[in-house]
């Protein structure tokens, strides 16, 4: 069973550890059994919380909404601040706790599956090691959480549990796709947002790679390699496709010809551009708009 901290839960604090029958269900049944939760809670301003692991037996992830807290693992020590989430995955010997004058609060959910790790790794830095993302205030995931502990007041109804299991998926999935990891590492901070903002200030003209590159401070190769790490794709590929996205926008919502929308993206050769979009899109432009749709 999940080892939890013996912090006093206050009037407004939830420790939830799913009791082991659910867990063995949770770990065979075809729906969750890639990814579940075997214990989660809330800790409003938890003065005092304090916890130290040395066997780390599954993956959790602390969502803190206010205060600060600090962790440690190994060489590595961070503070966590209001609108953080930390990603501990499982092995890891690592020790956590509240800080005394601004305690956090926080949100917290361990989990297993046989696929939870690819479902963790996304959100990793490149050393697979403990990880701080850094979405903010962010209402969907507190939600998400919210949701996520109506499961303890079910009568261990298993159908509950197999949604319980899904929204996790979900969730992770979901900071997988809209804040991706960052690193432990000083210097080596990775500033996504600005480069896909440059890309959508270019997205009607050409971009070069090293024009990319610049925007963050790395050589194009060292962006290049970082990028495609972090997101799966090379830049140019991602740049590319947000071009054909926004070329598909054009096609569904105006009557404008081939060749005007070709030149709105940049590209005066109208016929290079139908070719690039059917090695995307997997049809022609024309094509595209002669689908029966909805």
Known sequence: MTITSQWPLSRDGIRFIVPEFMVKSLAEHALTKDCYPVAMGYYPNAFGHRMERQQHQDHLLIYCTDGEGTVDAGDT?????????????????????????????IYWIHFAGEL?????????????SLTVLSPGAHTKIVSDFETLLEVRQTGYNQRNFIHASNLLKQLLSYLSASHPRT?????????????????QEKLHGQLALEELADKVNLSKYHFSSKYKAITGQSPIQHFLHLKMEHACFLLDISGNSIKAISRNLGYEDSYYFSRLFKKIIGVSPRQYRQLKRG
């Open 183 to 199: 690193t432990t590492r000083e210097g080596l901070h990775f500033d996504l947002d600005a480069v896909h903002a440059l890309m």
């Open 116 to 128: 939870s790790n690819l479902f963790l790794e996304p959100l990793l830095n490149e050393e697979q």
């Open 77 to 105: 020590t961070l503070t966590i601040q209001a609108g953080d989430i930390l990603v501990l995955p499982k092995g890891i010997a690592h020790q956590y706790q509240a800080k005394t004058n601004t305690p956090w609060s």
